[in-house]
Every structure is written in structure tokens, then in C-alpha cells.
């Protein structure tokens, strides 16, 4: 946004974004052996990802307005929130309202839909 007002809530979206929801939640889901060496345990720590993720696009979706981006113009935390937006879709978890609305803007813009039709996504 170039204000330090608006330039701090990039940041901290984004630092929420990776840390949290990447960091914290999917990493538990996709690099589960990461948390638990015993396989046995696996289904728990997946669990603890999804429930992380879940809570985190909740606190996330509260933050958003009902439509446009993050900050009001485009900018990198809408980027960033965006990837793990995608992997939840791609993962079946269910994002809330405003995250729905800001995933489907995003996969509207033409370098995303390029960039995902040349890594060999289907867009319908």
C-alpha cells in the first residue's frame, strides 16, 4: 500500500499466511514424517494440519472484505495468501466466504492463469 499503516498489514498477512497456514498447518499435512517419525502417528499430525489450516483461513477469512483483494489494491499478500488458497482447493478443504471470493478473483488474473495452465492445471 506504501503507507506503514497498510505496508505492517501486508506483513503481518503474510507472515500469518506462511508461518501459520504453510508453516505450521500444510507442512503437517504434506511433510507429515517432518513431525512424526512413526507412521503410526501420521493420521494424528494430519489432523493437527488440517485443524490448523481450517483456523487459520477462519482468522484469515475475518481479516478480508467480502470481495477484491486483501489491502483494498492487488498486492504480495494477496499473493502469498493465494498458494495456500490453491492447495486447499486442490486438497479438498472447504475455504470460507471471503477466501472463496478472493481465491476465485485471483484465478481470474492472466498471469495466474497462465502460470497454472503451464504447470498443466485445468481452469474451467
Known amino acids: 500500500p506504501g503507507d506503514p499503516d497498510g505496508d505492517a498489514r501486508v506483513i503481518e498477512l503474510m507472515d500469518?499466511?506462511?508461518?501459520?497456514?504453510?508453516?505450521?498447518?500444510?507442512?503437517?499435512?504434506?511433510?507429515t514424517d517432518r513431525f512424526a517419525p512413526n507412521e503410526t502417528d501420521f493420521e494424528t499430525v494430519k489432523a493437527q494440519g488440517m485443524d490448523i489450516v481450517k483456523?487459520?483461513?477462519a482468522v484469515i477469512n475475518?481479516?478480508?472484505?467480502?470481495?477484491?483483494?486483501?489491502?483494498?489494491?492487488f498486492s504480495i499478500a494477496?499473493?502469498?495468501?493465494f498458494y495456500v488458497e490453491f492447495w486447499?482447493?486442490?486438497i479438498g478443504i472447504t475455504l470460507?466466504?471471503?477466501?472463496l471470493n478472493?481465491?476465485?478473483?485471483m484465478l481470474k488474473r492472466p498471469v495466474v492463469r497462465r502460470v497454472l495452465m503451464e504447470e498443466g492445471y485445468r481452469l474451467d
Do not use: S, W
Open 16 to 31: 500469518y499466511v506462511v508461518g501459520t497456514v504453510h508453516g505450521q498447518g500444510f507442512a503437517r499435512i504434506f511433510t
Open 55 to 57: 483456523r487459520g483461513f
Open 62 to 73: 475475518d481479516a478480508l472484505p467480502p470481495q477484491g483483494y486483501a489491502m483494498d489494491a
Open 78 to 81: 494477496d499473493a502469498a495468501l
Open 88 to 90: 486447499a482447493d486442490k
Open 96 to 99: 470460507p466466504e471471503n477466501c
Open 102 to 105: 478472493h481465491y476465485r478473483l
